[in-house]
């Protein structure tokens, strides 16, 4: 089959001719069809460490179909078309028992980085990864569903907990999981707020629903958002950059009560830069304020987010789609943060 794989670390992705997977008796093996490309693939490839061995296949967003079952395999079948979590679990520890499997002690590592990934014609994976694609929901929207959109489902609605009236302040707006957060925080009933620092990211987020936008390009984060929010602040603030500037800022644009709620990830490694950041503990203490990291998704909650894609109630923001040959050229743009929304790889089926 044809595949894009990492050779060595740092190397650049090359397209190769490599076996099709085998499959163990609790695994699935499915043609893939469609592949979200983003940050986070982008990053751990370049974090020592996180790919187990080379060479390796990317890739974890994926939409595809079965084609092959394990024995033991019962509740999943050949010709279902799937989509998959990103995280390889035990399933029987007390963080997978408890619906946090994303913590999930005995975890050899993600899929893409310590198994082969979605950046190939065909992928093999636990069964108990998998869970259906609802009809009416397009391979791409599915593939992005998995981890661009589900994503923001977990951290609105458990970590910072957006209720109808709350103001929320969604930085790194513009990007590929940012912009389905604006839209899955206004679905919560939020008053969204959208920061970025590129005119294209803006008018994304304000054609996605954003309230306000926030142009972090003319200053201070916080004392914009106190301008917007007439001093008050906000309920939330889910930072999708997680730099230590946006991290002091966002949480400094708190209100009483104010949630903060970390995804972005900026290895030292990969940005040069140290994003450690400075936390006044009267200032969380006097305002009770709640500092949350929001580690990914369970499989239900990707479950219901495919539901909210066959409502037609988030739109699935894909802005370039290339064919599987064209990662690497997708990872470029990715890093040179030129991209708006989400990238896709599609395969031909
Ligand atoms: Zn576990």
Not at 205 to 214: N, P, T
Not at 233 to 250: C, H, K, M, N, Y
Not at 260 to 275: C, E, H, K, N, Y
Not at 326 to 339: D, P, Q, S, V
Request: aromatic share 4%; net charge neutral.
């Amino acid at each position: 089959m044809k595949a894009m794989i990492l050779p060595e670390f740092g190397a650049p992705l090359r397209l190769a001719t490599v076996p099709v997977p085998k499959i163990g008796p609790n695994d699935v093996l499915l043609r893939v069809r469609a592949t979200g490309v983003g940050l986070t693939v982008v990053i751990m490839t370049a974090v020592p460490g996180r790919v187990t061995s080379f060479p390796r296949i990317p890739g974890h967003e994926v939409a595809g179909v079965v084609v092959e079952v394990g024995s033991e395999v019962t509740h999943v079948g050949v010709g279902d078309r799937v989509t998959c979590h990103f995280y390889l679990t035990c399933g029987v520890c007390r963080f997978c028992r408890s619906g946090r499997e994303t913590l999930c002690p005995a975890s050899p590592g993600n899929v893409g980085m310590a198994s082969d990934g979605a950046y190939a014609e065909y992928m093999a994976i636990p069964a108990r990864n998998v869970t259906p694609i609802p009809q009416g929901v397009s391979d791409i929207d599915a593939a992005i569903a998995a981890d661009a959109i589900a994503t923001p489902y977990h951290a609105c609605r458990e970590e910072a907990r957006v209720g109808p009236g709350d103001s929320v302040l969604i930085v790194g707006a513009g990007g590929g999981v940012g912009i389905h957060a604006v839209q899955m925080a206004k679905l919560c009933g939020g008053w969204v707020l959208a920061a970025d620092i590129t005119d294209e990211k803006l008018a994304a987020a304000r054609d996605c629903g954003a309230d306000a936008l926030v142009d972090v390009r003319r200053g201070d984060l916080a004392a914009q958002v106190a301008k917007l929010t007439d001093g008050r602040g906000v309920d939330a603030a889910i930072d999708f950059v997680a730099s230590r500037e946006t991290l002091e800022g966002s949480l400094k644009s708190l209100a009483r009560a104010g949630r903060l709620v970390i995804i972005g990830s900026r290895p030292t490694a990969v940005f040069g830069a140290d994003s450690s950041f400075t936390v006044d503990p009267r200032h969380v203490l006097g305002s009770m304020l709640e500092i949350h990291g929001s580690r990914y998704v369970t499989l239900t909650e990707i479950a219901q987010t495919l539901e909210i894609l066959r409502q037609q109630r988030i739109r699935a923001i894909v802005s370039r789609t290339f064919p599987l040959e064209g990662a690497e050229e997708a990872h470029e743009l990715i890093r040179k943060n030129a991209l708006v929304g989400r990238a896709a790889l599609v395969l031909e089926s």
